[in-house]
């Protein structure tokens, strides 16, 4: 069995369960290696994949032996059959984060399932610590991601959209061995810069703009993000302040980053800069990736999560005043013992193209 | 209030419910026009959109006087006021089939709310009609994607990879008006063409190929599906043989789409022309179209929908031939009263380039 299920079922012991329905596809990913929709049911007699047609092939190119799975398609799967799965198990774990409202009732009747029990992130919560092979992936997505940073400083001009230019991003991660965009690029300029979640428009860059560009590439499934704020032409002297002051409680986060360091008290103590200066911190300091670009642990003055090695986060102050502007830096951070690596290492000083 | 909202209070009133919990995004969408992650409370008193600080510019630049709806930052909402919003109703509708069983657990506890009612797709049902506004931007999706397959003809050589193409297909999209791609664009040859949900890979166009292109572009949020299967420099007998029939049967079921059909008749008369031919219809015959790209109602041998006038829906029959390969014929088309319009104009007469 690969070492991911064994340490599930360590823990699903722990919290006292002996079966559990996996069906988010992340999950699926990160215990079976193969990228199908389906369910993933651990029983006390075995690890069952029920996929569909779409996916077998697939399937049956990525699990080997030693994963011990059993794969079924699930239109060979009758009614008896689901009722066996979990026969002798008395307490089934659920993804209660995942498993819709409807879903979970039609598993109650489909398995006939004698008591659930909410596992709690229970299989995100091992996501949370990479091994070496997925930090492996991560380090080459924040390769590719600060490349194509070095390359953007010489494409932008004047007159483009910024439409093209996200669109020259997922281009470069692809022609360089990306398997594309971790997630949907935001390039905001001008006064589209102070939303947070701007989409790409028809917007023209022109001269004196700011751009922020919040991007990353995800390789062989596993994601990076970063954010740079960059300047067009020249940049006034209060910009440049509130850059500075930006980059300044950026680095400052960074530093106190490493194993055992709680999320909540990096968060709440560049709250207090922002606030000394009446400024509001209006999204968290950061979340977690790996498969997903957006998991926990979450790094904000409402969540309590203790960072530990291995874990990889982002560190992302942003400030955002409607209508004039937005800047937000980003970094894609490992967790170390005594420190942290910053794995995206494109330069932070303010740059002006 | 906007027609859609009060469309919904109506339906609400049929099955008995006098309040509702919509946190999908694509039903706040729908109902409010605009863009934004949060919760969209329908009580007996008011509407109700709780957002964030991401989405609070977006949403005021969207949302009308006429909509009707009063706008909340979260962060501003105390837990009283949670408490208050359904004090006065009894029963409120859930979306069973999006909010996880977690959430509905927090919105129990956090609205007090004393009985949920399974609302059974009630606003997706809403949503599988369209009206002029929403069907006159799903025919401009479907239009620059007719274009694009023209332009792709010229564009595809021997010699670039599926990713190439797709990511071309992403280009031509944006740079004619499109918000992007309406999902991840399928680009399969040669045997990659077997796989039904293949992703695009690095595998180089050979003379000879097969390739499967399943795209569609997003327009103004509305999306179009088209699949078309060309072939590279000639094509055997045995293969232009498939072909035909692929496109026999997806010209017989487009004869058969229009009011008052019954999706699973159709899809049952084409299962009977391919088990006939000892072959087997491995996925659903269509799907409905619309802010999503999949949405009900589903055309297949397992669903039960009846076609209406201004119902939107792909027909879409493939073969798959693990390994040696697979041809897929998909058009998006608007279901009137005595026909259809098919909305993908694509040739589909065999293409080889």
């Known amino acids: 069995m690969n070492y991911k299920i064994r340490s599930l079922r360590e823990k699903m012991k722990l919290i006292d369960i002996d079966g559990m329905i996996v069906t988010n596809p992340v999950n699926i990913r990160y215990l079976t290696g193969t990228n199908a929709e389906g369910m993933f049911l651990i029983t006390n007699k075995e690890n069952v994949l029920i996929t569909d047609a779409r996916y077998i092939e697939e399937v049956n190119n990525n699990i080997t032996i030693g994963d011990e799975i059993i794969v079924y398609d699930g239109i060979s799967v009758s009614e008896d059959d689901y009722l066996g799965f979990f026969s002798e198990c008395s307490k089934i774990g659920i993804e209660e984060n995942y498993v819709t409202y409807a879903k979970y009732q039609n598993y109650v009747r489909k398995f006939r399932l004698k008591e659930t029990v909410e596992t709690n992130n229970l299989i995100e919560n091992m996501r949370m610590i990479k091994d070496d092979d997925e930090i492996s992936k991560i380090r080459k997505a924040c390769e590719i991601t600060d490349n194509c940073f070095r390359y953007l400083q010489d494409f932008i001009k004047v007159g483009m959209t910024e439409k093209e230019i996200a669109l020259e991003i997922e281009k470069y991660f692809i022609k360089n061995g990306a398997d594309g965009v ?9 006064e589209n810069s102070s939303k947070p979640h701007a989409v790409p428009t028809d917007r023209k860059i022109e ?18 993000d970063m954010t740079r704020t960059i300047f067009v032409g020249e940049v006034d002297e209060e910009t440049k302040n509130l850059y500075n002051f930006i980059l300044g409680c950026q680095t400052r986060a960074t530093s106190k980053i490493k194993d055992n360091a ?22 968290a300091l950061g979340h977690g990736v790996g498969l997903d670009v957006h998991e926990i642990p979450i790094l904000s003055t409402r969540s309590c999560f203790t960072l530990k090695e291995n874990m990889v986060v982002t560190n992302e102050p942003g400030i955002y005043l409607p209508g004039k502007l937005g800047i937000r830096i980003e970094d894609t951070i490992l967790v170390n013992k005594m420190t942290s690596e910053v794995l995206t290492k494109s330069d932070k000083k303010l740059i002006v193209i």
Chains 1, 2 share one sequence.
């Open 262 to 283: 709680e999320g909540k008290l990096i968060a709440k103590s560049l709250e207090s800069e922002f606030n000394n200066r009446n400024h509001t911190m209006i999204h």
């Open 182 to 190: 971790a997630f949907e690029t935001i390039v905001a300029s001008g």
């Open 207 to 224: 001269s004196k703009d700011i751009i922020v560009i919040d991007f990353g590439a995800k390789y062989k499934g596993y994601c990076s």
